[in-house]
């Protein structure tokens, strides 16, 4: 399973006809809404908009359609849980919600840019602003899939939860820039540290999950960016660690890597993520032996295998049916 090539997101041609969104009257507003709408009075439509933009970025961006069907703003019950967003299925149509705070955030900061010029705005008012961006598309990342049978969403509730926001938060950070542009004209400038500098719940599982997808890519940003939104919107729920080991057994070991090192890979992937002791030494030990098989060097391939950690039996944390933050 080869990573696509590096694409970098395009605006879509309904976007791109359109001024940025603050900007936008409310017949603009309006004008192509696809979603269903609640909690949102007259004032709150650029918030719904925005969602909808978002989510339309992530599918752009991953070759994917739209699975967003209805959208929340105000909503009271993801402030409750602390959350800035929360997303899930309905069925097999995607919900998404945000908090009374960060719809507030974000209208805040739409009517901030018909007013002040963004150089002019102080860092905390930019980062608040960039981080109610950043929940929107994470958010949209969650119900954005390659399909939206009863099976697919059955795969996506029954996956490892630390990847599903791992993968989302890397998506996210990898093509915020490209989105605050697309959408609002505004360069936020180098993006390329976004996941090391994160706070979000998840740097954890971010910043080992973007070195392994990284490994399957020729490591710029855009590769990963590409690889990211692939495994993470295009690749049923259930396959994602297998394809993440394919692609570092492809860069790493060429077209015939020993496919027991590929399947090593991805049974290791688990608990590198969550910290497990020897998985990185073993990763690493791995990898070698993907590069001396490329170069032709022989592998006691029995003996590595062996040496392997004990997997930790225990079923991961999935994402159940409950709503994701």
Known sequence: MQMLAATPPTP?????????????????LRAGMVVTVRGAGSADLAA??????GAQFVARAAGTTLGLKTVEVNYAAADRQGALGLATFQGTEGWFALSQRSTTGI???IQRLRTTPW????EAERQAFIQGNETILHEAAHVTLDGYSSADV????????????GLSEVTTMHHIGAFMRDEFGVDIGDTSNRISQSVSAYTRFTERIERMVAMG????EAAIAAAAARISDRVPADRRLEAIAQGIGDALGGPTAPPELIAEIAKTLPGFVAEKNGTRTHLMELQAALVDHAAGRPIDLAALLADGPEIDAT?????????LD
């Open 315 to 323: 079923p991961p944390r999935t994402n159940g049916f409950d709503p």
């Open 119 to 122: 150089a002019a705005w102080s």
């Open 48 to 53: 719904a908009r925005l969602i909808q933009d």
């Open 154 to 165: 059955a795969k996506w509730r029954g996956a490892n939860r630390d990847f599903e926001e």
């Open 107 to 109: 209208l805040e900061g």
């Open 217 to 220: 890519t020729d490591g710029s």
């Open 12 to 28: 879509s041609s309904s976007t791109a006809a359109l001024p940025p969104l603050q900007d936008r009257t409310p017949e603009q």
